[in-house]
């Protein structure tokens, strides 16, 4: 008997572990409320006109050069706001703490390179989740992107843009020079 109660032990605990963790990939909900701002700071980005990508990883730089994301693109369903599906991370524990990289890119593009190469207006975070994965037994709920710092997306200038506007601050400093 005591045979049985300790296998059974041992495959719950092993079950448990299988699970994994679960995050809502959402800015909005489960603890979470940090909307998406435009290039002024101040308009919450509209509604269907922008994506969100979000990829989790161990530590810090795992998930700034991460290019799996954990779910498809999620469109913004509110001025500054998407909430997506709830994923099960089953490489973190439930009530772990991961790094989270969220990417807000044009609904135009397919993906956050296709919108950066494109100049497309983009935008950026990595941080460490603030509250811990949901799971477990008994489960705790999945908490949403907590912790997310604020985004403001913009459009990243081109290179020619730049050095026009070095090479007219050098001709200034010259000139001002004489």
């Known amino acids: 008997m005591k045979k049985i109660l300790i296998m059974a032990s041992l495959l719950a605990s092993v079950s448990l572990m299988a699970q994994g ?9 489960g603890g979470a409320n940090a909307p998406v ?7 919450k980005v509209a509604k269907n006109a922008y994506k969100a990508l979000v990829y989790v990883a161990a530590d810090e730089n795992a998930a700034k050069t991460s290019t799996n994301p954990v779910a498809a693109a999620v469109t913004f ?6 909430v997506g599906p ?8 439930p009530g772990s703490k991961p790094w989270v990289k969220v990417e807000v890119f044009d609904a ?7 919108a950066l190469s494109a100049l497309a ?5 990595t941080f460490q989740l603030g509250a811990g994965l949901g799971g477990g ?3 705790l709920p999945a908490p949403g992107l907590v912790g997310m710092p604020r985004i403001e997306v913009a459009p990243i200038p081109e290179p020619s843009v730049l050095a ?4 007219g601050v050098a001709a200034f400093l010259l000139r001002r020079r004489n």
Do not use: R, W
């Not at 701002?37 to 308009?43: H, K, L, N, P, R």
């Not at 135009?108 to 296709?114: E, M, R, S």
């Not at 207006?121 to 975070?125: H, S």
């Not at 026009?164 to 090479?167: N, S």
């Open 77 to 82: 369903n509110a001025a500054g706001y998407f």
């Open 121 to 125: 207006k983009i935008g950026t975070a």
């Open 164 to 167: 026009l506007v070095g090479l």
């Open 86 to 93: 709830t994923v099960t991370l089953t490489d973190f524990a």
């Open 21 to 29: 963790g679960t995050l809502m990939l959402a800015n909005l909900g």
């Open 108 to 114: 135009g593009y397919n993906d956050y390179n296709t």
């Open 37 to 43: 701002f435009d290039t002024d700071g101040v308009t």
């Open 137 to 139: 037994e008994p489960p």
